[in-house]
């Protein structure tokens, strides 16, 4: 199976702030990374496909890049709905595989 | 837009076999667009995939998990389904169900349920 690892494990940002959080994959996965936003009680919500594609409704101030085995999910200046856990995804190669997850706190 | 969501049981025994549907609304699953699947969350965890559905029945499972479980679909209902046998208190998690982007190939899953906690215990 591919490993996703992701870091950190936990974040503390401020409102306004530009973060940015890196899943490392085992080996490559082209370019198949997504990135989903995690909240208790919530349905995940889809940010980035294909490292990245902003998927339809999701603010500009979320942003992905990276190839092969190195991504990034960048928020450019924090929003109080943003703080949440953010889990990357490789759909390339089954099984599926998710990182562990980053916890996106307020400081 | 289209919306899941997940029904089950909530608390179940060990080695019995738990049962989720996943109604769907504003959209249907007999279209041969999507592809549908069951993902879970353990306490603390990240999230893990279990298995998933195309649109012509062809079904896709976790390795870990394949001896147990079954996804079906049932277009009549609108519905699609998970079973997984044999149950134990490692089974306990948050379980979601999803359906990919519209397309061919590699999908990202862009729609997904609340979640249904499931609890083993004897």
């Known amino acids: 199976d591919i490993q996703m690892t992701q870091s950190p494990s936990t974040l503390s940002a401020s409102v306004g702030d530009r973060v940015t959080i890196t899943c490392r994959a085992s080996q490559t996965i082209d370019i198949y990374l997504a990135w989903y936003q995690l909240k208790p009680g919530k349905a995940p919500k889809l940010l980035i496909y294909r490292a990245s594609a902003l998927e339809s409704g999701v603010p500009s101030r979320f942003s992905g890049s990276g190839s092969g085995t190195e991504f990034t999910l960048t928020i450019s200046s924090l929003q109080p709905d943003d703080f949440a856990t953010y889990s990357c995804q490789q759909y390339n190669i089954s099984p599926i595989t998710f990182g562990q997850g980053t916890r996106l706190e307020i400081k | 837009q289209v919306q899941l969501q997940e029904s089950g049981p909530g608390l179940m025994k060990p080695s019995q076999t738990l049962s989720l549907t996943c109604i769907v609304s504003?959209?249907?699953?007999?279209?041969?667009?999507?592809?549908w699947g069951w993902f879970r969350q353990h306490p603390g965890k990240g999230l893990e995939w279990i298995g998933h559905i195309y649109y012509s029945g062809s079904t896709y499972y976790s390795p870990s998990l394949e001896s147990r479980v079954t996804v079906s679909l049932d277009t009549s209902k609108n519905q699609f389904s998970l079973k997984l046998s044999s149950v134990t208190a490692a089974d306990s998690a948050v379980y979601y169900c999803a359906r990919t982007h519209r397309g061919g190939g590699l999908l990202p899953f862009d729609s997904w349920g609340r979640g249904t906690l499931v609890t083993v215990s004897s």
């Open positions: 504003g959209g249907s699953t007999r279209s041969s667009a999507y592809n």
